[in-house]
């Protein structure tokens, strides 16, 4: 099998179950897609890992962005 290399997905600590922000009024919808994306990546890392596959799985919190 050919390596991928590198991909890159832009997540969020909003998508932590280990760090709840109850704070973040109106941010269920957002936090449940970041959370399904968190775990979505941990599962296709540790499959490419038990395939001897070196391709690498990167999940970005680029900051908090006032808009």
Not at 24 to 33: K, R
Not at 44 to 65: C, F, N, Q, Y
């Amino acid at each position: 099998m050919i390596p991928i290399g590198t991909i890159a997905f832009m997540s969020s600590d909003s998508g932590s179950a280990q760090s709840f922000r109850e704070m973040e009024d109106g941010f269920a919808a957002y936090a449940a897609s970041k959370a399904a994306l968190n775990q979505a990546l941990r599962h296709m890392a540790a499959e490419l890992k038990r395939k001897d596959d070196d391709t690498i799985i990167l999940a970005l919190h680029p900051g908090e962005v006032a808009t």
